[in-house]
């Protein structure tokens, strides 16, 4: 959790803004330290956390969280985070011999023309699920994480079909539930002659869709050692507020967190 | 000083130089040609190139995947695959090698030999030390305090230092080269799967297939029981994405299979992820036409760098460049278990191939801005127009 992001956003595990989807982007940069803010926010909020980390290890994020202060292992075993690993999985996949029941979370990547339901399935089981179990544990809202969303174009499904699992994933966590939902996505560079299924088109669907839209890019001056990019917040409008707040920021990446200051004003400049 | 190494030699013949032993962490794997990070402790091996291990931060981290671009004719790309290859051989890595257009074993047999430290005497010492005898001509007169020392060990057989230097004008000798367990895979030799639906197109099915079958068998994810010493397995694929394995990535602009290749890799980093092996994938990125594919590929792996070779493009008669073979860009470093990874000082790189290293160096030097560069402090100034002069010295007016 980085204590200057949550200054910026209005936001603290004890009080945030229910059914909202956050998206966080990128482009020729890399925003997964915002996927790890918004773990470490929620686990410490106590919110039931259901994270699809398709492209890096358990480890990995274990590792990270612990150096900002919550255990993934823990909240695992308490029942509090429900993890997808998509790499441990998916060479099981795609080298067994016999296909097994369609709806199979990773399934996909079988028949990738086939949709996402088998994802969506595994999605709705693990937000719907209350302690049955346990000594009547109860979690606050449940929490969608998604690392990221824009390898599944990679993998072949097309566009529409990501944009459809992203729409019942906020019908069910955002409006069902009052829920959150925060997806990453990672773009490629605008480029004038690009085809229709691309992962522009994939972040312009989903900006439509969210509450929230945080962007990250490398600074336009080009390449510096000291400030690792630049950061642009953009809220939609909801309730009394009738205009869009847009602002940018400055960011630079540390071992135990992010630093976020105003452009211009980093220590290397001033 | 000299008590104590007298007492060790007539006690112990271990052929440690004090008795200070280092407690290691019993966690800790210790893999000969590996050691850990200083960065996040993570286990790296050395790709063999030196210059290369510190641009990419300190080694190849096991576990995670370098894609090589290839430069346009595949020369100084094809040395860093050799490189690494020739590296595993030296430290006792198992080797695992797939290519579609030349066989393995002929890229097995043009690794470069590495440059042995010891130049006289060959002999590996008996690691027993012998008392001075005064009728032995051998007996040390003036250096005698290092009479029971062991004598310098020149074999390679079980080399604990990380990263060699080689020699490319000569080739590996057989024998070492044999005694490296290399698993080979050739496209052209292998059977097409012709059975089911394979997600994947026959090739890379049945690469991820022989592949997954090598760490199985072999125990690199920890399956077997561990009587065996653990050992890490290097992958080296060479020009996947080229038409020989059967993807029309390279060829068409929107191909057929165009997902093949980013699932394969996906998949394959799964693998590597789940076991002690490392892998480098040489890519034909210029053949690409889709710019959007090479950056979804990138994305897919862990550390990618670029080479661009001079030869045959206008760059080579450039003056700027005239010491130099070609550029390497670095496009994508991992950030693995941490937050930050390191980051470079200066991406203008250049490459050079010298017969006993292959030098990567920066180009120019960036501009000195940075947080601890010293600046003229503007005190003197402020002294002299306000009174108070113990505000932040750096938005005085």
Same mark, same amino acid.
């Given at each position: 959790?980085?204590?200057?992001?949550?200054?910026?956003?209005?936001?603290?595990?004890?009080?945030?803004?229910?059914?909202?989807?956050?998206?966080?982007?990128?482009?020729?940069?890399?925003?997964?330290?915002?996927?790890?803010?918004?773990?470490?926010?929620?686990?410490?909020?106590?919110?039931?956390?259901?994270?699809?980390?398709?492209? *890096?290890?358990?480890?990995?994020?274990?590792?990270?969280? *612990?150096?900002?202060?919550?255990?993934?292992? *823990?909240?695992?075993?308490?029942?509090?985070?429900?993890?997808?690993?998509?790499?441990?999985?998916?060479?099981?996949?795609?080298? *067994?011999?016999?296909?097994?029941?369609?709806?199979?979370?990773?399934?996909?990547?079988?028949?990738?023309?086939?949709?996402?339901?088998?994802?969506?399935?595994?999605?709705?089981?693990?937000?719907?699920?209350?302690?049955?179990?346990?000594?009547?544990?109860?979690?606050?809202?449940?929490?969608?994480?998604?690392?990221?969303?824009?390898?599944?174009?990679?993998?072949?499904?097309?566009?529409?079909?990501?944009?459809?699992?992203?729409?019942?994933?906020?019908?069910?966590?955002?409006?069902?539930?009052?829920?959150?939902?925060?997806?990453?996505?990672?773009?490629?560079?605008?480029?004038?002659?690009?085809?229709?299924?691309?992962?522009?088109?994939?972040?312009?669907?989903?900006?439509?869709?969210?509450?929230?839209?945080?962007?990250?890019?490398?600074?336009?001056?080009?390449?510096?050692?000291?400030?690792?990019?630049?950061?642009?917040?953009?809220?939609?409008?909801?309730?009394?507020?009738?205009?869009?707040?847009?602002?940018?920021?400055?960011?630079?990446?540390?071992?135990?967190?992010?630093?976020?200051?105003?452009?211009?004003?980093?220590?290397?400049?001033? | 000083?000299?008590?104590?190494?007298?007492?060790?030699?007539?006690?112990?013949?271990?052929?440690?130089?004090?008795?200070?032993?280092?407690?290691?962490?019993?966690?800790?794997?210790?893999?000969?040609?590996?050691?850990?990070?200083?960065?996040?402790?993570?286990?790296?091996?050395?790709?063999?190139?030196?210059?290369?291990?510190?641009?990419?931060?300190?080694?190849?981290?096991?576990?995670?995947?370098?894609?090589?671009?290839?430069?346009?004719?595949?020369?100084?790309?094809?040395?860093?695959?050799?490189?690494?290859?020739?590296?595993?051989?030296?430290?006792?890595?198992?080797?695992?090698?797939?290519?579609?257009?030349?066989?393995?074993?002929?890229?097995?047999?043009?690794?470069?030999?590495?440059?042995?430290?010891?130049?006289?005497?060959?002999?590996?010492?008996?690691?027993?030390?012998?008392?001075?005898?005064?009728?032995?001509?051998?007996?040390?007169?003036?250096?005698?305090?290092?009479?029971?020392?062991?004598?310098?060990?020149?074999?390679?057989?079980?080399?604990?230092?990380?990263?060699?230097?080689?020699?490319?004008?000569?080739?590996?000798?057989?024998?070492?080269?044999?005694?490296?367990?290399?698993?080979?895979?050739?496209?052209?030799?292998?059977?097409?799967?012709?059975?089911?639906?394979?997600?994947?197109?026959?090739?890379?099915?049945?690469?991820?297939?022989?592949?997954?079958?090598?760490?199985?068998?072999?125990?690199?994810?920890?399956?077997?029981?561990?009587?065996?010493?653990?050992?890490?397995?290097?992958?080296?694929?060479? &020009?996947?994405?080229?038409?020989?394995?059967?993807?029309?990535?390279?060829?068409?602009?929107?191909?057929?299979?165009?997902?093949?290749?980013?699932?394969?890799?996906?998949?394959?980093?799964?693998?590597?992820?789940?076991?002690?092996?490392?892998?480098?994938?040489?890519?034909? &990125?210029?053949?690409?036409?889709?710019?959007?594919?090479?950056?979804?590929?990138?994305?897919?792996?862990?550390?990618?760098?670029?080479?661009?070779?001079?030869?045959?493009?206008?760059?080579?008669?450039?003056?700027?460049?005239?010491?130099?073979?070609?550029?390497?860009?670095?496009?994508?470093?991992?950030?693995?278990?941490?937050?930050?990874?390191?980051?470079?000082?200066?991406?203008?790189?250049?490459?050079?191939?010298?017969?006993?290293?292959?030098?990567?160096?920066?180009?120019?030097?960036?501009?000195?801005?940075?947080?601890?560069?010293?600046?003229?402090?503007?005190?003197?100034?402020?002294?002299?127009?306000?009174?108070?002069?113990?505000?932040?010295?750096?938005?005085?007016?």
């Amino acid at each position: 959790m980085f204590p200057e992001l949550n200054s910026i956003l209005n936001s603290t595990p004890d009080s945030f803004k229910s059914s909202d989807f956050i998206l966080a982007s990128d482009r020729r940069a890399d925003a997964s330290f915002l996927i790890h803010h918004y773990l470490s926010f929620y686990l410490r909020a106590g919110c039931k956390v259901c994270f699809l980390g398709l492209v *890096q290890s358990f480890s990995h994020y274990s590792a990270v969280g *612990q150096r900002l202060g919550v255990s993934l292992a *823990q909240a695992r075993e308490k029942g509090q985070l429900v993890f997808l690993e998509g790499l441990k999985d998916s060479f099981g996949v795609l080298l *067994q011999d016999t296909s097994q029941q369609e709806t199979q979370p990773l399934s996909f990547l079988r028949s990738p023309g086939a949709g996402l339901e088998g994802l969506f399935r595994f999605v709705e089981r693990s937000v719907r699920q209350s302690g049955d179990g346990d000594a009547g544990e109860s979690w606050g809202p449940p929490v969608l994480l998604i690392d990221d969303l824009s390898v599944l174009l990679s993998l072949g499904v097309s566009v529409g079909a990501i944009l459809d699992f992203t729409l019942y994933c906020q019908a069910t966590v955002c409006s069902e539930l009052q829920g959150n939902m925060v997806i990453l996505v990672r773009c490629e560079e605008e480029d004038a002659d690009d085809d229709e299924e691309g992962s522009n088109l994939l972040q312009r669907g989903l900006v439509h869709q969210c509450n929230l839209a945080l962007h990250i890019e490398g600074l336009p001056t080009g390449y510096c050692r000291d400030i690792h990019g630049q950061m642009e917040v953009w809220w939609r409008p909801r309730g009394e507020t009738i205009y869009n707040q847009r602002k940018i920021f400055h960011f630079k990446v540390h071992d135990k967190g992010a630093s976020f200051f105003a452009r211009g004003t980093s220590s290397a400049v001033l | 000083m000299a008590a104590p190494m007298r007492g060790m030699a007539g006690s112990s013949n271990t052929g440690n130089t004090t008795s200070f032993q280092k407690k290691t962490h019993s966690k800790l794997v210790s893999i000969p040609g590996t050691r850990p990070s200083v960065q996040n402790g993570q286990l790296l091996v050395s790709s063999g190139v030196s210059s290369l291990d510190y641009v990419i931060g300190g080694g190849l981290a096991v576990g995670t995947l370098l894609l090589v671009e290839e430069d346009r004719f595949d020369s100084y790309s094809r040395m860093l695959l050799k490189y690494f290859l020739a590296e595993g051989v030296v430290c006792g890595h198992e080797l695992f090698l797939a290519s579609a257009r030349d066989h393995p074993d002929e890229i097995m047999q043009e690794l470069p030999s590495p440059i042995v430290d010891d130049v006289a005497g060959i002999k590996m010492s008996e690691g027993q030390s012998q008392p001075s005898d005064p009728e032995n001509p051998d007996t040390m007169k003036i250096a005698w305090r290092y009479q029971n020392q062991p004598r310098v060990q020149t074999a390679l057989v079980s080399s604990m230092r990380f990263g060699h230097y080689y020699d490319v004008s000569k080739t590996m000798e057989p024998e070492l080269q044999q005694a490296a367990k290399c698993h080979r895979f050739y496209q052209l030799q292998e059977t097409p799967v012709t059975k089911g639906s394979s997600p994947l197109p026959s090739p890379y099915q049945a690469l991820l297939k022989s592949i997954q079958t090598v760490i199985r068998k072999e125990g690199f994810d920890g399956s077997t029981p561990q009587s065996k010493v653990r050992n890490v397995l290097r992958l080296g694929l060479h &020009s996947l994405g080229s038409v020989l394995w059967g993807d029309d990535v390279c060829c068409n602009d929107n191909p057929a299979h165009c997902h093949a290749l980013s699932t394969f890799l996906y998949a394959l980093r799964g693998l590597l992820r789940s076991s002690l092996s490392v892998a480098i994938v040489t890519v034909p &990125s210029h053949l690409i036409q889709n710019r959007a594919v090479m950056g979804r590929i990138i994305r897919l792996s862990d550390t990618a760098i670029a080479l661009e070779s001079f030869r045959g493009s206008e760059k080579e008669t450039n003056p700027l460049y005239k010491d130099y073979h070609g550029l390497l860009h670095v496009h994508q470093l991992p950030r693995l278990n941490c937050l930050s990874c390191e980051v470079p000082d200066t991406k203008d790189l250049a490459f050079k191939l010298k017969r006993k290293q292959f030098t990567i160096e920066r180009l120019h030097l960036p501009p000195d801005l940075s947080e601890t560069v010293s600046r003229v402090s503007k005190t003197e100034l402020a002294a002299g127009c306000g009174s108070t002069a113990t505000g932040n010295k750096h938005l005085d007016f």
